[in-house]
């Protein structure tokens, strides 16, 4: 059963993928679309073989760039929605904050790390981090405010501090937010990673991928592209199943 349940959740998805890769194969091939304006898939799959050893190379700068901003933003954002989410008045305290924080764009930002940090792999980190942050320590809040206050007021009045309803109550309901955050999260700090290598940096899938730019390899571009799609699905995925295991009670009724 569990099997074919792979089979299913699979087969789909990469059917689909085949199918468009054909389609974009024909039309590339079949209107003689030249090289630097759009590559056809088998010219970045042979790029991908050719080019091996720098794409992965600097997949692995950008892999772990991206996977500490991550922890970093899982961590500090869980802490910062639990408070913010602890009381009406925190909430409408920091809130705005967030916000406001959270709209300047990251692009604007990376030069002043740059300049703070210089060139490497930190302002990468940094950039991950801020782009990630914000959507966790917002659904986080939201699941404990949300919290049923039926539920609270029972609990208050069996003798529940507010300690023991957040902990008992508040955190549990809230981690279906929590992880449904994570998965948004996870391609964001993709996104904030290679921004960053693209602005300034040594190494990385941007920085790779603007090198490439600038000496017409459209293709290495292109293939710089695939391979950051196939790690944020890898990472996607992964998020997924801790989701499942820590959050299986909150999708029994998808799973009828």
């Known amino acids: 059963m569990q099997r074919n349940e792979i089979l299913q959740n699979v087969l789909p998805p990469l059917a689909f993928t085949v199918i468009l890769f054909?389609?974009?194969?024909?039309?590339?091939?079949?209107?003689?679309?030249?090289l630097t304006?759009?590559?056809?898939?088998?010219?970045?799959?042979?790029?991908?073989?050719?080019?091996?050893?720098?794409i992965a190379e600097n997949s692995w700068?950008?892999?772990?760039?991206?996977?500490?901003?991550?922890?970093?933003?899982?961590?500090?954002?869980?802490?910062?929605?639990?408070?913010?989410?602890?009381h009406k008045n925190i909430y409408s305290a920091i809130y705005p904050v967030l916000v406001g924080f959270?709209?300047?764009p990251k692009v604007a930002v990376v030069p002043i790390l740059i300049l703070w940090f210089g060139l490497g792999e930190i302002p990468a980190i940094i950039?991950?981090?801020?782009?990630?942050?914000?959507?966790?320590?917002?659904?986080?809040?939201?699941?404990?405010?949300?919290?049923n206050p039926e539920l609270e007021d029972v609990l208050r009045a069996l003798g529940a501090s507010k300690l023991d309803i957040m902990r008992k109550v508040g955190i549990p309901g809230a981690l279906p937010y929590f992880f449904g955050s994570l998965k948004v999260a996870i391609t964001l700090a993709f996104v904030g990673a290679v921004v960053s290598e693209t602005v300034g940096a040594n190494k990385g899938i941007g920085k790779l991928m603007l090198d490439a730019?600038?000496?017409?390899?459209?293709?290495?571009?292109?293939?710089?592209?695939?391979?950051?799609?196939?790690?944020?699905?890898?990472?996607y995925v992964a998020t997924a199943l801790v989701e499942?295991?820590?959050?299986?009670?909150?999708f029994r009724g998808q799973n009828r």
């Open 22 to 34: 054909v389609i974009w194969e024909l039309i590339c091939k079949g209107f003689a679309i030249p």
């Open 102 to 104: 959270n709209s300047v």
């Open 244 to 250: 499942q295991r820590f959050t299986g009670w909150a």
């Open 127 to 147: 950039t991950a981090f801020l782009i990630s942050f914000f959507p966790i320590v917002v659904n986080v809040a939201t699941g404990l405010a949300t919290t």
């Open 37 to 54: 304006i759009l590559p056809a898939p088998s010219d970045i799959f042979i790029a991908l073989w050719q080019y091996r050893v720098p």
């Open 213 to 235: 730019q600038a000496a017409f390899q459209v293709q290495i571009v292109f293939a710089g592209l695939l391979v950051l799609a196939f790690l944020g699905i890898i990472l």
């Open 61 to 86: 700068v950008t892999l772990w760039t991206t996977l500490v901003g991550f922890l970093l933003a899982t961590v500090g954002g869980l802490l910062l929605g639990i408070a913010v989410g602890w």
